[in-house]
């Protein structure tokens, strides 16, 4: 079997070196006379793979280390009898551990605050879970999941001491998400609570929130995700209290993960042999550092500790004001 990858997909030969020749292209200049003979392809987001790429080779299976598919021609892939598939869900563990890092970096106790919940899916979903195993109250708002046990009203979910966003962008049906969180939602959440947004930029009026914050309205924030990405507002930039490049999900953690799903992606398709999980948990002493503790002050201080060094978003912060800047 011949494996065409991406170069910067990490542990290629750990997932998928026992399955034949494996050859490393880069992504971003992919040729179709560089698949012409593969039986598999790997890539990230910056390959677009589509019937231009692919028709006429022996190409059975395609699988993206990414979360998204944006990239790919599936509808194409399927009419042509190609397998494929994402790895959604597999940054969900180092968005959620980012907002516990930006809460380090604010200084904010989340073993004293009440979390609110927008978009509870891969990311929200586990975010909820690890605010369960430390006895942290949560409220929920996902009108795609109305059974969650935490499920409460968008008002309720925007009336606690930490609101943290991770819906995915829908325009239309039923449930759009595109500027859900406008001017009306944003004068819900109450002076001194903390707003994080790691889901997708325009789930909140970058504008609505741009004026709420220069007429002094006092909520702490935190933007990992922007409206027009790449080109963001850096007025906006300017008043938040730690703003980051979209770089939550972006972790040696989370690649990892996609290479894992991908090799179980490609043996469940092929039906190939699967190989055993490497360990290579790079969040476990993270994990260790939010365990359940009494609510001493010294004991958040150690936590929020450990956590900056692991990751501190000041540091991409202070690189973005920067970069905005120059």
């Given at each position: 079997?011949?494996i065409?990858?991406?170069?910067?997909?990490?542990?290629?030969?750990?997932?998928?070196?026992?399955?034949?020749?494996?050859?490393r292209?880069?992504?971003?200049?992919?040729?179709?006379?560089?698949?012409?003979?593969?039986?598999?392809?790997?890539?990230r987001?910056?390959?677009?793979?589509d019937?231009?790429?692919?028709?006429?080779?022996?190409v059975?299976?395609v699988?993206?280390?990414?979360?998204?598919?944006?990239?790919?021609?599936t509808?194409?892939?399927?009419?042509?009898?190609?397998?494929?598939?994402?790895?959604?869900?597999?940054?969900?563990?180092?968005v959620?551990?980012?907002?516990?890092?930006?809460?380090?970096?604010l200084g904010?106790?989340?073993?004293?605050?009440?979390?609110?919940?927008?978009?509870?899916?891969?990311?929200?979903?586990?975010?909820?879970q690890?605010?369960?195993?430390?006895?942290?109250?949560?409220?929920?708002?996902?009108?795609?999941l109305?059974?969650?046990?935490?499920?409460?009203?968008?008002d309720?979910?925007?009336?606690?001491?930490?609101?943290c966003?991770?819906?995915?962008?829908?325009?239309?049906?039923?449930?759009?998400?595109?500027?859900?969180?406008?001017?009306?939602?944003?004068?819900?959440?109450?002076?001194?609570?903390?707003?994080?947004?790691?889901?997708?930029g325009?789930?909140?009026?970058n504008?609505?929130?741009?004026?709420?914050?220069?007429?002094?309205?006092?909520?702490?924030?935190?933007?990992?995700?922007?409206?027009?990405?790449?080109?963001?507002?850096?007025?906006?930039?300017?008043?938040?209290?730690i703003?980051?490049?979209?770089?939550?999900?972006?972790?040696?953690?989370?690649?990892?993960?996609?290479?894992?799903?991908i090799?179980?992606?490609?043996?469940?398709?092929?039906?190939?042999?699967?190989?055993?999980?490497?360990?290579?948990?790079?969040?476990?002493?993270?994990?260790?550092?939010?365990?359940?503790?009494?609510?001493?002050?010294?004991?958040?201080?150690a936590?929020?500790?450990?956590?900056l060094q692991?990751?501190d978003?000041?540091?991409?912060?202070?690189?973005?004001?920067?970069?905005?800047?120059?």
């Amino acid at each position: 079997m011949t494996i065409v990858a991406d170069e910067n997909i990490p542990a290629l030969e750990d997932y998928f070196g026992d399955l034949g020749t494996l050859i490393r292209v880069p992504g971003r200049d992919l040729r179709r006379e560089q698949v012409a003979e593969a039986d598999v392809l790997l890539v990230r987001s910056v390959t677009r793979v589509d019937e231009s790429l692919l028709a006429g080779t022996p190409v059975r299976f395609v699988g993206s280390c990414t979360i998204g598919t944006d990239h790919l021609d599936t509808a194409w892939l399927d009419r042509s009898g190609i397998a494929w598939s994402a790895a959604p869900g597999c940054n969900a563990n180092s968005v959620a551990e980012y907002v516990f890092c930006a809460l380090a970096a604010l200084g904010c106790d989340w073993r004293q605050r009440s979390f609110g919940i927008v978009g509870c899916g891969n990311v929200g979903g586990l975010l909820q879970q690890r605010l369960h195993a430390l006895g942290v109250e949560c409220a929920v708002y996902d009108p795609w999941l109305p059974d969650n046990p935490d499920a409460a009203t968008l008002d309720r979910v925007l009336g606690q001491d930490v609101v943290c966003l991770h819906a995915p962008l829908v325009k239309g049906g039923p449930h759009p998400s595109l500027h859900m969180i406008g001017r009306a939602q944003l004068e819900k959440i109450k002076g001194g609570a903390v707003l994080i947004s790691a889901g997708r930029g325009a789930v909140i009026d970058n504008s609505a929130l741009l004026t709420l914050l220069r007429e002094g309205r006092r909520v702490t924030t935190v933007l990992d995700v922007w409206e027009n990405e790449p080109d963001i507002d850096t007025a906006l930039l300017q008043l938040v209290d730690i703003g980051t490049p979209h770089i939550a999900g972006y972790s040696l953690d989370g690649k990892l993960a996609g290479t894992r799903m991908i090799r179980a992606a490609l043996s469940k398709a092929l039906s190939l042999p699967d190989v055993s999980d490497i360990d290579r948990d790079g969040a476990a002493s993270t994990r260790r550092a939010l365990a359940p503790a009494a609510a001493a002050p010294d004991e958040f201080a150690a936590m929020a500790e450990l956590l900056l060094q692991i990751y501190d978003p000041r540091a991409d912060d202070r690189r973005l004001r920067a970069g905005a800047a120059g």
